[in-house]
């Protein structure tokens, strides 16, 4: 059972927000524009606020309710927290978008919420502050990764939580490196 568990949220995972919204709209793919990435970000870049919110929140909304109803049924905490990470994985590579996908934030913000509001509330108000002084998101969730994985580091069933952060660390490669070399020159 908790095998389909998991499963189940690596497809619902693997669902896109951007992809269902420029179907919707009749608008370009986003996957060729801006940086490339089919998430909120760069939704919001090219198409406003309003379509960025929207693929948040269905982001969110994908981790978070088959989360919260495994949850309410009192599936394993070890297993829900493998569920973020395979909800995150879904997200990234999505085999609706050829194994592509955005770097998850959004995502385990929502499984986050789902297994514990306080501790989605901490990791959103990071991302939010370092966003509304820097308007950078990479940093912003850089930032709210690091917080994170202090936070969790010593709270009992999170080792799928920590892999989910380390994961998202990982998808913003390319910004970090970009930065480095930034800063080099």
């Known amino acids: 059972m908790e095998v389909l568990i998991i499963f189940l949220c690596w497809i619902l995972g693997s669902l896109n927000g951007s992809l269902f919204t420029i179907r919707l709209m009749k608008w370009n793919n986003i996957i060729h524009q ?7 970000t760069n939704m919001l870049r090219l198409y406003g606020v309003k379509a960025g919110f929207f693929v ?3 982001d969110v909304a994908k981790s978070f309710l088959p989360i919260y109803i495994a949850k309410y049924y009192q ?25 592509h996908g955005g770097k998850g934030v959004a995502t385990f913000l929502g499984g986050l919420f789902a297994l514990n509001p306080v501790f989605g509330l901490y990791a959103s108000s990071i991302w939010m502050s370092v966003y509304l002084a820097t308007s950078l998101a990479a940093l ?3 930032c709210m990764v ?8 010593n709270t009992s069933s ?16 390319s910004n970090w490196l970009r930065w480095r070399e930034t800063l080099k020159s």
């Open 34 to 40: 801006g940086s490339g990435n089919p998430g909120a």
């Open 56 to 58: 948040f929140l269905f």
């Open 75 to 99: 599936v394993n905490p070890i297993t829900l927290s493998y569920c973020v990470v395979a909800s995150i994985i879904g997200h990234c590579f999505s085999p609706f978008l050829s194994f």
């Open 140 to 142: 912003s969730s850089l």
């Open 146 to 153: 690091m917080f994170m994985a202090g936070c969790l580091f």
């Open 158 to 173: 999170t080792t799928g939580l920590l892999i989910a952060l380390f994961f998202i660390f990982i998808r913003h490669q």
